[in-house]
């Protein structure tokens, strides 16, 4: 760090998409992954944790007949010339980590994983490029019952956070029934020329939330043009096409959207326009086991429903596929607060290592997003910690008596500190005002000879000052302020946090 | 995914000095994590999360007269070309933080943080290249009793996380006294041309521990071959220097180690040593005033000692140094664990934006190191979760009702899972046994029939197989397999997780 490189001085910033996150955002996260835990737990997954970054390779983002990787992922190389990436999400290393330990793996593997992910993507209001993902996964088994499962545990999930029933809903759909009626449409999906047909109705059909019937309509057409001009290429279907996949969304949806629907209901409407297709029938009987499994464990419709305009973004699924969407509780048609989670059967990702297929099915909670719909339900203000109380320095030869009161507070398992600047008494209430500080203890000569300290209630005291025009007659009140015995200090400031609900550290665990 | 690509199967396999890590570590982690919050928390620290990577200019990793990062940190170049780095620590990101929000924090400023941090460096045994931190700093004062404190918080974490007293020792000393000892060598460090021999000197000294006094003795002089072979160039001192130095180190340690003489006695005996240096007596008076805190409070030097032969490895300390080690409990001269936690002064870190300086202190926990400490002390065996309960598929027809009882054991608390595999009974036991399941729950045909469940503690059953040699009688008996009625399955399946010890999730937070 000499020479030149001294003289300038790197201004402090973030890099683009990155953020600092503030402590009641940290306190509150952190009690929502405690209860997603107890509840991943409580279905019997164990936690395992993967590193930060993989080999490009294993994370299968090596575009195609390219030697540098995907730009959407943070990569190296290391001091081989390897390259490594940040992972994107939890599932690719998953993937890896079952494949590399495949033989001593109990099957099925299942397993819960939280932590960061990263996104070289572009970042916007409320899309950063990195952030949190709390997955569930069951691994090695094509049984439908584990989907079911992993909407259960979604639903559970919702509920324990303390979410009421119908603010959170669970919609569920199968790619293969999505297969079964493009090809009762009349395109036929072994014909791999079909194949970017195939995915460009289905990113159509997945912006019905977005667009309504007529944008759809128009993506399956011949395309869309948007408020801002960017015009979309369409999927280029007949008209006849475009009749039948509209009528078959609109049918299985209802007239009051999914939740007007029983699970049997909808399922009866698909029916009716699968056709032939083995494909499509195959994915109506999975999802008529999961209406079995979820009916017998009382599950209705308001919290798992069925919902045929569900795809999911990602490519990999190739079964059932869900979304858990939170809305708001007051009243019929409640506004979303969009999506918080979502998964689906992925079959082919491990097939990647292996060879074989290893039937998967996992799901993730987006736990940013979560937080943020959370705290617009009202559901993260009951436990927010208390701040500290700061002993005040009024005589700085007395240093070691105000450490060891701040000492004597936290061994009686109360948050405390002793003001540890070198300021005066004006800057010391403005600290303790700025810390939020319940209360402040102060000792000066008089306290100390009388044996006594003082303890201000400084959110009384703020209160107060707020009340009481009259200046002098606040300062001769001084309601808020109240002298103890020394041996009483732990006593008195235990009665002042308690009085504005405070708790002990820790006692909300 | 097509093309060429698609033929060659990635091998899966985990970068260099990189790890997967498992549920019992994870679940031992979490809980130590959660006891060290509670600790930084009840001394009024507040968390602070920053991102994983940050611009290298900002960390202060571009070597001097180099446009590439310093090779020990993974770096990669955003959409811009600037370039960007995985942080190594959690305190360069602390420093940027401040200098980006100075004026809106309040002073001083303690924050604490946890996270991973990545080191491109050469990994080996127990050495990785992602490991976690657990950090707390107390920034915009140069008041020693902060230093103090964090000594005292660092005594308390490994008191908290069940180390007896006698099995940690935070041992302290202070940057500016061994200046002073160096100068009262006939050093001047005011002279530029001095600035190497000093961090050699040093770096001499720090290597007390691994290399008795001998090694330091060669390594302040000429130098040093190792068992290998390689030689390190010594600081080159005349005899009477090396001579002033090494009676500085033992006179201050005494005979029987740091333990065994009060911190007063450690400086008197600096005191006598160190001649007229102004920068010496500074840093005299500084730990003074840390002992007469740290007294006030009751601590002893069995727990913090002053210990002049301490340095860390860090160059940018500037007053006084703390490190805590692990030792085994059992005699006196206890077998040391090895360091697993460190800190101290650095006032001029954020000077590298601000070009002022904003004095700050602080202590971080190596958490991986501590957690392999905690292990061989035994401390880390209480609290292992129960493993599920197994309700195994009898019959496939039943799913849903098998279903039904994986519900009712979870919302009654009990960790529980139907078997979601397609295999027969001897895999479904298999499965069961490899999870460690406390137990497994069957209801075949002839115990519908019945209205009754089945039953069977692994863990007894186990335990009686070893014992009972006669086969015959084993499967007469079946002393470990039960069967109740329908209604009392909860009841029963509690009953055997409470006669293993095993509790409900959740009930140890």
Redesign the interface.
């Known amino acids: 760090?000499?020479?030149?490189?001294?003289e300038i001085?790197?201004?402090?910033?973030?890099?683009?998409g990155?953020?600092?996150?503030?402590?009641a955002e940290?306190?509150a996260v952190e009690q929502m992954l405690?209860t997603i835990r107890?509840v991943y737990?409580?279905?019997?997954f164990?936690?395992?944790?993967?590193?930060?970054?993989?080999?490009t390779?294993?994370l299968?983002k090596?575009l195609?007949?390219q030697d540098r990787p995907n730009e959407g992922v943070?990569?190296?190389q290391?001091e081989d010339e390897?390259w490594?990436s940040?992972r994107y999400d939890l599932t690719a290393p998953l993937a890896?980590?079952v494949?590399?330990n495949y033989d001593g793996l109990?099957?099925?593997f299942?397993r819960y994983q939280t932590g960061?992910v990263?996104r070289n993507e572009k970042p916007g209001p409320g899309r950063f490029r990195?952030f949190t993902q709390f997955d569930a996964d069951?691994v090695?088994?094509?049984?439908v019952?584990?989907d079911?499962?992993l909407c259960?545990l979604a639903a559970?999930t919702y509920k324990a956070l303390g979410v009421p029933r119908g603010s959170y809903t669970i919609r569920v759909n199968n790619r293969k029934i999505l297969d079964g009626i493009i090809e009762s449409a009349g395109i036929d999906l072994r014909d791999a020329n079909n194949h970017a047909k195939r995915l460009t109705i289905m990113r159509a059909i997945d912006k019905l939330d977005r667009l309504g019937l007529g944008g759809v309509e128009q993506l399956l057409g011949e395309g869309r043009k948007d408020e801002s001009g960017d015009y979309t290429k369409g999927a280029g279907l007949e008209a006849a096409q475009i009749a039948k996949l509209i009528d078959f969304i609109t049918a299985a949806r209802g007239d009051g959207g999914s939740g007007a629907m029983t699970r049997s209901d909808v399922l009866n409407a698909i029916e009716t326009h699968l056709g032939e297709s083995a494909t499509g029938r195959d994915g109506l009987d999975e999802l008529r086991?999961m209406d079995?499994?979820l009916?017998?464990?009382g599950i209705g419709a308001d919290q798992i429903a069925f919902e045929p305009a569900i795809v999911r973004g990602l490519e990999y699924y190739t079964g059932p596929v869900f979304e858990a969407e939170l809305t708001y509780s007051d009243g019929g048609d409640a506004p979303s607060l969009g999506s918080v989670g979502s998964g689906g059967r992925y079959d082919g990702l491990v097939a990647?290592?292996?060879?074989v297929e290893v039937p998967a099915t996992g799901f993730s909670v987006g736990v940013s997003r979560l937080y943020a719909s959370l705290q617009k339900l009202g559901k993260l203000n009951a436990d927010r910690?208390s701040?500290?109380a700061?002993i005040l320095v009024m005589d700085k030869e007395r240093?070691?008596?105000y450490?060891?009161m701040a000492?004597t507070l936290?061994v009686a398992?109360?948050?405390?500190?002793?003001y540890?600047?070198?300021s005066g008494m004006k800057a010391q209430m403005k600290?303790a005002d700025?810390?939020g500080a319940p209360c402040v203890i102060i000792q000066g000569g008089d306290e100390k000879a009388r044996g006594e300290v003082t303890i201000k209630d400084m959110i009384l005291g703020e209160k107060l000052s707020q009340e009481i025009a009259d200046n002098q007659e606040w300062r001769e009140g001084q309601p808020a302020q109240f002298s103890v015995k020394e041996g009483e200090l732990v006593e008195a400031v235990a009665s002042v946090i308690a009085r504005h609900g405070g708790s002990k550290?820790?006692a909300d665990?």
Chains 1, 2 share one sequence.
Not at 46 to 55: G, N, Q, R, S, W
Not at 140 to 143: A, L, R, S, Y
Request: no cysteine.
């Open positions: 760090m000499s020479g030149k490189k001294r001085r790197p201004k402090p910033r973030l890099p683009k990155m953020r600092d996150i503030d402590a940290i306190r405690g107890q737990e409580s279905y019997g164990e936690p395992l944790d993967t590193p930060a970054f993989e080999y390779d294993t299968g090596f195609p007949d943070f990569s190296f290391d390897q490594l940040l890896r980590f494949a590399q109990p099957k099925p299942r960061p990263w990195q069951t090695g088994t094509d049984n019952a584990a079911a499962e259960m559970d086991i079995e499994l009916s017998a464990a990647r290592f292996k060879g910690a701040a500290p700061i240093t070691a008596d450490y060891k000492s936290r398992g109360i948050r405390a500190e002793m540890l600047g070198t600290y700025k810390r550290p820790g665990k």
